[in-house]
């Protein structure tokens, strides 16, 4: 089995810690681990009780309930806890997928999904979210990204293992509303197919509205989630799998030939950051970042010739599609080299001509990075 270069990983992992300004990142500015203490109303005498040995493989019971209490009647039994939200993806994948196998995937996305079922040896079938004036669940929007679902209903064959979507979607910022989710269940439930949702960007709302997810919809239904994005809070390496009890119990034995176990000290912290109380408060946090920096984008956008933006409705990142024919990694580089600011480019997308930006950093070097992106889109 050759596993194919993730690219997009590739690209970050090279230079965001070489530039002056990273734009590159997907998540809200991480929390430090006394702010998450201190919010938890803990001491940092806990902390250091704590045992450094293996801790329950699939995740502790504390943990497993508290991430259970996200999904209506779940219960620990539904929930694996994994190293990150990746390791989440890659389990199920791992399991789910053969050789032969066909994927339908919701474009644009993160690329991780649909490069792992093309290395487990599947057919992937992409459907692309396309721009929508007027939103199917808001008519106060005036454009946003909406998935065709007869677009997906023709994708889906006698043969499709799953079904891959990420809401709130990476790169876009957009969300599904109700009707498109439940209908994408309705299609997957249909031809007895798996959905396989990714809401790792789930509570990152700029509306302050929840996301509706795929869970329980259909009796084969994964979701994946995290503390990455959402939460600030990266370094923890916490993720997740949600599903039914037999597969996730199936899904444990994949993770016995991963990782094993989360670490003992990122279980803890966990389970204090998804305590009630301090979970709405980092919500609260995500959302109000993320409104204020989108407004320094929109007002960027407003003032470049050749930009457009559909504004996100959810998550960490935004796309900006620019006018002309220089690609995408052209302009990248430019703006790396020249600039010193680092952001992901279209084509890691297979959508050209577009860049992501992240959203969820301190203000003044979004306002810096844009600027500099400003005199690299003039030739400069």
Known sequence: MLIERFDLERWQSIHEHDVEINLSESG???LRLRELIDGAGAGLEDLLEQE????QTNGTVSLRERVAALYADASAANVLVTNGGSEANFVACWHLIEPGD???????????????????????????????????????????????LDAVRTAVT????????CNPNNPTGARLGETEVAELCAVAAHVGCWVLSDEIYRGAELDGRDTPSAWGRHDRVIVTGGLSKTYGLPGLRIGWIAGPAELVEQLWGRHDYTT???????????QLALAPLLRE?????????????????QAWVAEQPGVRQIPPEAGGVTLVRYAGARSSAALAETLRTRHGVLVVTGVHFELEHHLRIGIGGEPGPLHEGLARLGQALQGG
């Open 102 to 148: 066909e994927v339908v995937v919701i474009q644009p996305t993160y690329m991780q999904i649909p490069g792992l079922a093309r290395s487990f040896g599947a057919t992937v079938r992409v459907v692309w979210l396309e721009d929508d004036p007027g939103g199917q669940d808001d008519p106060h929007d005036t454009t946003r990204w909406r998935l065709d």
């Open 52 to 55: 450094l040995g293996y801790t």
């Open 260 to 270: 094993i176990a989360p670490g003992a000290v990122n279980d803890l912290l966990a």
């Open 281 to 297: 408060r980092l919500i609260a946090r995500t959302r109000d970042r993320l409104r204020a920096n989108q407004a320094i984008v």
């Open 28 to 30: 809200v500015h991480p």
């Open 158 to 165: 006698p043969r499709t293992r799953c079904i891959a979507v």
